[in-house]
């Protein structure tokens, strides 16, 4: 079946930007903005964003064929390229109308950016013990406090913050804050040992004042819960990317690879870890499909932000996330060992897709924090199914 354009476009963006500079992408030498610039030429810049503010409106199934894509090249792009879906989704539905035209739109003219700050170091992934605050002040609201990790956060237009409210125990704000605002500091950009054509920074808020209305509605970190659906999805399918590339990877080799005076690519002990690829690349990609899908028939409703705040965070969200994670990570280990020594110098691009690869069950919740949430929220007592 003939790819629709987008993914046309994307394969294209991919052979041509990513595929085969493995070196240079892993090399952390360059900030990721000339690649983003790049990427915007397609016209696919932020393909997510809604139609009223001028983007191209692509749902969530779209997305996950254009990170697939993306990821088979290189999942340091990808991530920085959808990641900003976290942040939008959360203006979109939960921030006045004005800072939506203001800000989504402004995104979608200047081909721009923007990040999430949840993070902290102290708390962990509890939120709920997050020491960065906000207080009102008059018309005003301060922040204050030091955010771990942010992607594209250095570059992004726009930020959101979230915060403890000053004085309570229980009250969070996620407020929307231009990153030109006086008082926001990047301490440093992380080396990370994968994904390192993308940037992730540490970021100090000191006395940061931003209208009062630029908190969004609800409780802060129920808005970032609804946030993480899309883009946990999004990272899941990243795994899926590397995952098809590394099965690419293996294929090439074992035509070039003898054992026993015959081609790899005949050995049965070969054939049977590709059929194993090859079944877990086929269920993940019906897991992030079907998520995606599950995604896009809350978003398409009238009322989606109410129901996206009574739901929360979708169990397949959850599981795709995990599932991807596990699966991918167990074909990268596999097909490792497959390149023998050579596989483990940085000559041989698999180790940039193992490190890569393991950022899925880290990022946005590891696994023992993902399985405690399955848990709590999805796993109900016999006694009490209907
Ligand atoms: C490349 C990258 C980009 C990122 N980008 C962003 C971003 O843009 N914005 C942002 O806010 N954050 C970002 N992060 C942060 C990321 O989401 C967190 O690092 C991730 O959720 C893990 O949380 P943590 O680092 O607090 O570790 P923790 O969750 O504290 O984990 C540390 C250890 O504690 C264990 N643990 C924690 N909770 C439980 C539990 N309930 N049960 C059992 N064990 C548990 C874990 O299993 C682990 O062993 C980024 C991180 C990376 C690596």
Known sequence: MRQPEYV??????????LIGQERLLDSLAD?????YGRF???????????????????????????VSELAYGDAGAAFMLFIPVLTTSMVGWYASEQLRKRYLSTMVEQNGSCATL??????????????????????????????????????????????????????FLAVLVPRD????????RWEMIGLRSSGTYQVSLADCRVPADNA?????????????NASRILIATTGLGI?????????????????????LAGNAVFAAKLGQFEMLIGVMTNQCLTAAREYDAIAARPDAGEEFLRVGTLKSALTTKMFCGQSGWQIASTASEMFGGFGYTHEAVIGKLMRDMRYVSIVEGGDDVLRDLVFSRYVVPVSKRS
């Not at 749902?59 to 064929?65: D, G, I, K, P, W």
């Not at 969004?216 to 993480?228: I, Q, S, Y």
């Open 31 to 35: 900030a990721p903005l000339p690649l």
């Open 8 to 17: 046309r476009t994307v394969q294209a963006f991919a052979r041509r930007e």
């Open 181 to 188: 605002t006086p008082g926001i500091t990047v301490d440093k």
């Open 216 to 228: 969004l509605a609800g409780n802060g970190l129920r808005l970032l819960e609804v946030g993480l």
């Open 118 to 171: 949840g993070s902290e170091h102290e708390a962990g992934s509890e939120l709920a013990r997050i020491t960065t605050t906000v207080r009102r002040d008059g018309n005003f609201l301060v922040l204050n406090g030091h955010k771990a990790y942010s992607t594209n956060a250095d570059f992004g237009q726009f930020l959101v913050v979230l915060a403890r409210v000053e004085g309570s125990t229980s009250e």
């Open 243 to 263: 995952a098809r590339r590394i099965r690419d990877l293996c294929m090439e080799y074992a035509k070039t690879k003898s054992v026993k005076g015959a081609p």
């Open 40 to 66: 915007a030429e397609t016209g696919l810049a932020n393909w997510w964003l809604p139609k009223e503010h001028g983007g191209l409106g692509l749902n969530l199934e779209e997305s996950v064929r254009i």
